[in-house]
C-alpha cells in the first residue's frame, strides 16, 4: 500500500507486499540566437503551427530575430542614456528607440528603424525597479508589471474592476506615475510544474512515486488510489485526478493532471541529474535496471523473471516483472528503466534497501495499452 505520510510502519508496509524530498525545475542560460538554416525543423514546424506563417515566413522570421538580438546588443551599449529599448514591429522591421534626435542616424546605420521616445530603457527599468521594492504591498487584484519598449510606459496589469487598487499601489510605490499604464487582464498566473518520474505525490494522507509522464498525466500503480481520488504533488499543490486505476488482478493506474502540470519524458536520479526517456523496448530476462522512487531515490538490479503472479493479502497481480533492485514504502508506482528505455511501475515486493529484496513491477505496454496512454519521450 502507499506509505502514510506520518507513519513509521515501514516493515509492516513491506509485510503487506507493497511499496507503496522536492526540485525546482531549471532555467535554460541564455544562448546566441541561431541562423534560419541552424534550426531544427521541429521549430520551424512548431513557429509555423503556433504563429501562423508558412515555411519560408518562419525562416524570414528567424532571421530577423537574429537581426533584432545582435542589434539590441550593439545600441544598447553605443547609444547609452539615449537607447530606448528595440522591438520587432510588424514585416519583421527592427526598431529602435532613443530618447536623443541626435541618435536617430546611428540607429539608421545599423539596419534598424529609429523611433524617438520620452523615456529611456534605463528610467523605464527605475520605475519598473521601483514597483519591485514594494511589490510585497501590491494587491493581490494587481498580478504583474513589466516594461513595455513598444509603448515606452511600464504596465501594471490587473483583475478586472480593480484600476483603482493598482493605481494607489502605483501611487504608494513613489514611482512616476505618468510612465505607469494599467491594463485590465482576466488572467490570474499560476506557476507551472513539472511530472517527472520517480517525483512524490500525495494521495489524502498516503505517498506514493510517478511512474511515467504520458500526454495528459502520468501512470502508476493501481493501488495507490481509487478512480475519481483527488492527488497532489511532490510540493503537495493540486495535481489531478486519478483517472483509472486496477487492483488487485493488475497494479497499474493512471493520473489525468491540471493545466499547471507538464508531463516531461524525464526521470529523477536523485543525484541532481535526469534521465531522459527515449521509449520503451521491453528488456530480456538478465538484464540491468534501474528504478526510481520517492524514498529510496535510485536503485539498480537485473531483471530474473517475467510474467509472475504475485500473492498479496488483498488478491493476486499477474504479469509482473521479478527484480533483484530493492525498494521501500513509498516507492510504489515509480520507475524502471533499462537504459534510456522505459519498463513498468513499481507494484511490490519483500525486503528493503538495507538488506536488499525481491521487487516486483507492472510492465509499462500494458497500461499504456489498456487506457490508449501515450508515452512521453525527450
Not at 503551427?49 to 515555411?55: F, P, Q, S, Y
Not at 509603448?151 to 506615475?177: C, D, I, Q, R, Y
Not at 481509487?226 to 503537495?236: C, D, E, F, H, I
Not at 485526478?241 to 497499474?252: L, R, V
Request: with cysteine; proline share 4%.
Amino acid at each position: 500500500m502507499p506509505r502514510k505520510i506520518a507513519s513509521a510502519a515501514a516493515a509492516g508496509v513491506l509485510a503487506a507486499g507493497f511499496l507503496a524530498t522536492l526540485h525546482q525545475p531549471a532555467l535554460a542560460a541564455p544562448v546566441d540566437a541561431p541562423a534560419a538554416d541552424a534550426v531544427s525543423v521541429e521549430i520551424l514546424a512548431a513557429m509555423q503551427r503556433d504563429l501562423g506563417l508558412t515555411a519560408p515566413q518562419a525562416e524570414a522570421r528567424l532571421a530577423a530575430d537574429a537581426k533584432a538580438a545582435r542589434t539590441e546588443q550593439s545600441l544598447r551599449g553605443t547609444l547609452g542614456a539615449s537607447y530606448g529599448g528595440t522591438w520587432l514591429a510588424a514585416g519583421n522591421e527592427v526598431v529602435v528607440g532613443v530618447t536623443d534626435a541626435a541618435a536617430v542616424e546611428r540607429v539608421r546605420a545599423a539596419g534598424a528603424t529609429p523611433r524617438v521616445v520620452a523615456a529611456s530603457e534605463a528610467a523605464l527599468t527605475a520605475v519598473k525597479d521601483g514597483l519591485d521594492a514594494h511589490g510585497t504591498s501590491a494587491p493581490k487584484s494587481v498580478t504583474g508589471w513589466y516594461v513595455d519598449v513598444t509603448t515606452n510606459t511600464v504596465v501594471v496589469e490587473s483583475l478586472p474592476g480593480a484600476a483603482a487598487e493598482a493605481a494607489t499601489f502605483v501611487a504608494a510605490s513613489g514611482v512616476k506615475v505618468d510612465r505607469v499604464r494599467v491594463d485590465a487582464t482576466a488572467q490570474a498566473p499560476q506557476p507551472y510544474y513539472d511530472v517527472r518520474g520517480g517525483d512524490a505525490y500525495y494521495i489524502g494522507g498516503s505517498r506514493c512515486s510517478v511512474g511515467f509522464s504520458v500526454v495528459g498525466g502520468f501512470v502508476t500503480a493501481g493501488h495507490c488510489g481509487r478512480a475519481g481520488q483527488a492527488v497532489s504533488g511532490y510540493n503537495q499543490v493540486a495535481m489531478g485526478t486519478i483517472a483509472g486505476s486496477s487492483f488487485p488482478g493488475n497494479d497499474y493506474g493512471w493520473v489525468r493532471t491540471n493545466s499547471n502540470w507538464t508531463p516531461r519524458g524525464i526521470v529523477n536520479r536523485y543525484n541532481g541529474t535526469n534521465v531522459a526517456v527515449r521509449g520503451s523496448t521491453e528488456s530480456a530476462v538478465g538484464a540491468s535496471i534501474c528504478r526510481s522512487g520517492s524514498t529510496t531515490g535510485w536503485r539498480c538490479g537485473t531483471v530474473q523473471a517475467k510474467n509472475q503472479t504475485v500473492s498479496y493479502p488483498q488478491g493476486q497481480v499477474g504479469g509482473l516483472t521479478r527484480t533483484n533492485a530493492c525498494a521501500q514504502g513509498g516507492d510504489s508506482g515509480g520507475s524502471w528503466l533499462s537504459g534510456n528505455q522505459a519498463q513498468g511501475v513499481t507494484s511490490g515486493g519483500s525486503g528493503n534497501c538495507t538488506t536488499g529484496g525481491t521487487t516486483f513491477f507492472q510492465p509499462l505496454r500494458e497500461i499504456l495499452s489498456v487506457y490508449g496512454l501515450t508515452l512521453v519521450t525527450s
